[in-house]
Every structure is written in structure tokens, then in C-alpha cells.
T-cell receptor
């Protein structure tokens, strides 16, 4: 079946450094790729998304890139801050109704 | 608007007990779904519904039943709870766009933490 692989599972960076999280999807028909941030004990919150007809999207310190040929997409966070510490999930929309989520990356920003 | 409301927030069951997790939304979203979240496994789709009277299975439907009699409510039933169903459960909805297509954005409830002993 369809799957999404996410790496790394944990990531520690110094405050002010950049963080990159990578995902690979298997369903070549996937056309929408969101990223969610989940703080401890909270619900997942959408932070950025990208559609398959776009290669890159940026929103302040956060950017997402998509390589359709390689079926890779990545989340880039620049100038990291302690409040960026959370678990981040990538996902791919397979068909119209089913999201396939990655297994999550725990990001720790060290002050 | 309250958005997506899940009850209860916490529940402890014994093996073999039954219970229903409630999900209600006041946004008139046609699409509703249930996910379970386990450590190291991300979110996995259990069941979803694209409107009243219409439901379908996701990745991990075994052991769970759903029904959708109204637009607002989408309960998840565990008929005979098992320890493997210990998890955090999220309800999520999607709205239909102005052109009739289903918007991709998921709106999540606050979750139900279920422990089965």
C-alpha cells in the first residue's frame, strides 16, 4: 500500500540554526503535501502545505520543497527558536479522501 | 464556533468493554474522519465519511465501527476493547470548497486518550 517515510525521527539543533526534515512518498498520484506541528498533548496544526504543481513554498521562516520526480518533499525551518520544539509530521494525500502520514520528527531546539 | 469537539478527553477501559468516542462539529463540514496516533507510527486513518449515511474504511479499520446519521456527528465505536487499541484518537474534518471540491485542509479535534487494560 501507499506509505510515507520520514527522516530523521529526532533532530536537535542549536537556537538560530536551520532544521531540515525529509519525507518520501510512494504513491505517484499524490498531489498535496501538508506539514503539521504537534506540541505535547495538543492537536496537530497545519503549518505549511504544497501542491504538486509547485516546487517550493515559503512562509516566513518555514519553507517546503517538492521534487515530484524523486517523490521527495522537505520542510526547512531557518533561524530556529525554542518555540519551534515539537513533533513535525509530513503527509501525502492519496486520492481524494485518504491522507498517509509520516512517522514524525521530534525537533529539539537547544537554547 | 466550537470547531471539532471530542469527548471524552481521557478514558480507561478493561479488555472486552465497549465504548463510543464522540466527535461533533459545528462547521457544516461534509467530510469527517478518525485517526489513531501511536508512538513512532504517526497518524493512521481508521474510518472516514464524506457525508451523512456514507462511510468507508481507512488503513486500520479492524475493531472499530462508525456510522454517520447527521452532518454534525461521527461517533467511533469499540465493541470489544483490546489492549492494542490503547492510543490517542483524533477526529478530523474537511470542508467543501466554493466550487464543490473537497478542500484539502484537515481540522483536528483535541483528541481522546484511551487506555485499555
Amino acid at each position: 500500500g501507499e506509505n510515507v517515510e520520514q527522516h530523521p525521527s529526532t533532530l536537535s539543533v542549536q537556537e538560530g540554526d536551520s532544521a531540515v526534515i525529509k519525507c518520501t512518498y510512494s504513491d505517484s498520484a499524490s498531489n498535496y503535501f501538508p506539514w503539521y506541528k504537534q506540541e505535547l498533548g495538543k492537536r496537530p496544526q497545519l503549518i505549511i502545505d504544497i501542491r504538486s504543481n509547485v516546487g517550493e513554498k515559503k512562509d516566513q521562516r518555514i519553507a517546503v520543497t517538492l521534487n515530484k520526480t524523486a517523490k521527495h518533499f522537505s520542510l526547512h525551518i531557518t533561524e530556529t527558536q525554542p518555540e519551534d520544539s515539537a513533533v513535525y509530521f509530513c503527509a501525502a494525500l492519496s486520492g481524494t479522501y485518504k491522507y498517509i502520514f509520516g512517522t514524525g520528527t521530534r525537533l529539539k531546539v537547544l537554547a | 464556533n466550537a470547531g471539532v469537539t471530542q469527548t471524552p478527553k481521557f478514558q480507561v477501559l478493561k479488555t472486552g468493554q465497549s465504548m463510543t468516542l464522540q466527535c461533533a462539529q459545528d462547521m457544516n463540514h461534509e467530510y469527517m474522519s478518525w485517526y489513531r496516533q501511536d508512538p513512532g507510527m504517526g497518524l493512521r486513518l481508521i474510518h472516514y465519511s464524506v457525508g451523512a449515511g456514507i462511510t468507508d474504511q481507512g488503513e486500520v479499520p479492524n475493531g472499530y465501527n462508525v456510522s454517520r446519521s447527521t452532518t454534525e456527528d461521527f461517533p467511533l465505536r469499540l465493541l470489544s476493547a483490546a489492549p492494542s487499541q490503547t492510543s490517542v484518537y483524533f477526529c478530523a474534518t474537511r470542508r467543501r470548497g466554493v466550487r464543490g471540491d473537497l478542500n484539502e485542509k484537515l481540522f483536528f479535534g483535541s483528541g481522546t486518550q484511551l487506555s485499555v487494560l
